[in-house]
């Protein structure tokens, strides 16, 4: 058979393949063939977590740092502390433990149950660090937890400059020199000529332009100090190991306080283990700055640099280049009018595998959840349009095309930047407004010297009649609640836009029993809200971020069981949308699991979700999850010729002899050898014009 095209030459050769890419791996720990760690424990891991836990063990013995990439629900707080006592050997140690607020005590639950006379200590304020025994070696087991915002908890500050007497002018304490704002022409607060505000120097901790003396000072609160920071400067080598659970919220590539906190621990702890139900949110910048942090051996050795973004955007993800050109002038080429022409690069949700193969394959352990018990219900998930009434769709269609037409009149004026300033609110009006059709004002955007330019005033419709959404929510509740089923409903706009607040009002007023969870509930007393209101509720109303990390929606001793989730709304975070989602599906479970997602089609909700698809297939790809459901399934088809290669590698190794003998965690290893061999067909010239290599 002559091959013409990728797919006969995979269907030809894919399970040749397979085999050759199962024989060129060397597991490091193989289930089913090597010995699980013997430790003496008050409750035993599950076998699957017993081969994590011994294969962690084994990848800290030759390396500083792991991360582990467990599914929601397959035990990471376990894996995580016992990856770091079975490392110990038996020894004393101290570890330290950067985790969300809401989780401090559960970790400090988990480790007394798990870790015979384990001792637990909770780290408020760095006063807590300033008296532990620094040149004192551990007695026993010892774990200090904090939370990510303790961490980064830095001295407040506040402007230092002198007031001469009868002046209103602020001066530089140590030149005297009148603080007056410079025009720099892009803040519009920043007006040339007038006094500098105390508060801008505290907070932008700004010099004074002729000394360079700073004009801002500490407050007298040593107590204010970031942990993270005093432990780097002063306690290098305390901890033995560092445990950074959802270490996918720090990931911050910026200056963002509780990345650098994670950075600075990171620097100071012995080992590292990170733990992460989702790696990636669909981009490769979700990984580079994470990776710099924890492990960056393998980013050096390839030539990058921490300030390198897009170089390694341009290797291991997918850019969009776009081209456009506007004309100054006349239409005419012969005229001598001015035409700009300009170029704008998008990082786009894709990973290419290589990535896998050069920087993740030797120091990342995946654990899916079916791979933990074989007797999961199903998990279903669904995408479920609604469409817009006739008073929508006109409305919505007056509202799209002012917005529109005013990016084309900025993009005319002042080129593709220029159509930023009103990017933001068209975006949230188009994404806002059909939830929501009531109590609007005048949408637009403000320019440089601060005036406003009004757009739109989108439609107000009237508020008594229930629209098609709504209604479409409202009749699943009514139906899964017929069925002895509870609810959880996700809303992304619930202040400013309440959306939440009208759909638990229609809800109650049709005879639900309807609870709602406000961020005010604070996160270390979450869990007992759930247990508390979640009882006797059939539906409760969220934001998707306050229950996304640690929280169960499913109580094992059948006090609530919200067994179908419902995101009424979705944000553009892959992150939250992929934690809340599994909120419910656990081990224990008995229900059958539904997540829905509802939408108006032909909006930008539609398009939202394409885009989230993309993320979310993106990131599953590189875990090693090829699948075209649920959310997925609106990227739409896999354009990325690599990833189909992954794919076909991945399947055919299943039916190969080199494939694990203990079928449970099958998959782990399979995607693992299929992506990590794309590497070595990169120069091979048959299968390159194939695709166009």
């Known amino acids: 058979m002559n091959c013409t095209t990728l797919e006969m030459y995979l269907e030809k050769y894919g399970k040749l393949l397979g085999e050759q890419a199962a024989a060129a791996t060397r597991p490091l720990h193989t289930p089913g063939k090597d010995a699980v760690l013997e430790m003496t424990l008050l409750r035993k891991p599950f076998e699957p977590q017993a081969h994590c836990i011994a294969a962690g063990v084994k990848a800290l013995r030759r390396q500083r740092a792991i991360l582990v990439c467990g599914e929601m629900g397959t035990g990471k707080t376990l894996m995580g502390q016992l990856i770091a006592h079975g490392h110990a050997g038996g020894k004393p140690y101290r570890g330290i433990i950067l985790c969300p607020g809401h989780l401090v005590p559960k970790w400090q639950r988990e480790i007394t149950e798990t870790i015979p006379d384990a001792k637990t200590y909770r780290i408020e304020h760095v006063r807590d660090l300033v008296k532990l025994p620094r040149g004192k070696k551990p007695t026993g087991v010892e774990w200090f937890v904090i939370s990510k915002d303790r961490a980064k908890l830095e001295p407040k500050w506040r402007a230092a400059f002198v007031m001469r007497r009868g002046e209103e002018v602020p001066r530089c304490p140590r030149c005297g020199k009148e603080l007056l704002r410079e025009n720099k022409g892009k803040d519009k607060d920043e007006c040339p000529g007038l006094p500098i505000m105390p508060g801008d120097m505290a907070k932008k901790r700004l010099d004074c332009p002729t000394c360079k003396e700073p004009l801002w000072t500490f407050t007298r609160e040593p107590w204010r100090w970031a942990p993270a920071t005093y432990i780097h400067r002063r306690m290098k080598g305390f901890f033995n190991y560092l445990v950074l659970d959802e270490v996918h919220e720090l990931k911050g590539a910026a200056d963002v306080a509780q990345a650098n906190a994670a950075g600075s621990l990171a620097a100071s702890a012995d080992k590292v283990i990170a733990l992460t139900g989702t790696l990636t949110g669909g981009k490769v910048e979700d990984l580079r700055p994470l990776l710099f942090r924890l492990c960056p051996v393998s980013l050096i050795r390839e030539g990058y640099s921490w300030s390198e973004a897009t170089s390694f955007a341009e290797k291991y993800g997918l850019i969009e280049t776009r081209i456009s050109s506007h004309s100054g002038g006349s239409e005419n080429r012969q005229s001598k009018g001015r035409a700009s022409r300009s170029t704008t690069r998008i990082v786009k949700p894709g990973i290419m595998p290589a990535l896998f193969g050069r920087h993740l394959v030797d120091k990342t352990i995946f654990l899916g959840l079916k791979e933990m018990a074989e007797n999961l219900p199903e998990f279903n998930e669904r995408i479920q349009p609604a469409y817009l009434d006739d008073a929508q769709q006109a409305a919505y269609g007056k509202i799209s095309g002012a917005l529109q037409a005013a990016v084309r009149d900025l993009i005319r004026q002042c080129g593709p930047g220029g159509a930023m300033k009103i990017l933001g609110p068209m975006l949230n009006c188009l ?36 629209r098609p959404k709504e209604r479409l929510l409202l009749d699943t509740i009514h139906s899964e609640r017929a069925e002895g089923r509870q609810v959880w409903v996700f809303c992304e706009y619930t202040d400013k836009i309440p959306v939440l607040k009208r759909l638990a009002e229609l809800s109650a007023a049709e005879g639900l029993k309807t609870e709602t969870l406000f961020s005010s509930v604070d996160q270390s007393k979450r869990e007992d809200w759930i247990a508390k209101h979640g009882k006797n509720a059939d539906v409760v109303f969220s934001h998707p971020g306050l229950v996304k990390t640690g929280l169960d929606l499913f109580d094992k001793r059948g006090n609530h069981n919200f067994s179908t989730l419902i995101f009424y709304e979705t944000g553009w975070s892959a992150f939250t949308m992929r934690q809340a989602a599994r909120r419910s599906w656990r081990i224990g479970q008995t229900l059958l699991c539904k997540v829905l997602y509802l939408y108006y089609s032909g909006t930008a909700q539609e398009h939202c979700l394409e885009l989230i698809g993309r993320k979310i297939a993106a990131s599953e790809a590189l875990e090693g999850k090829f699948t075209s459901e649920g959310m997925a399934a609106m990227a739409g088809e896999d354009s990325s010729v690599q990833m189909a290669l992954a794919k076909n590698l991945a399947d055919n190794i299943g039916t190969t002899n080199a494939s694990r003998s203990w079928q449970k965690v099958g998959a782990v290893s ?19 014009s194939l695709i166009g290599g």
């Open 431 to 466: 994404m806002a407004w059909p939830d929501y059709p009531f109590d609007w004002s005048l949408v637009g955007y403000t320019d440089r010297e601060g005036a406003f330019h009004p757009v739109v005033k989108p439609a107000n419709l009237d508020r008594k009649i229930i």
């Open 670 to 688: 399979e995607s693992t050898v299929a992506i990590n061999w794309l590497d070595d067909f990169a120069g091979q010239p048959d299968l390159l």
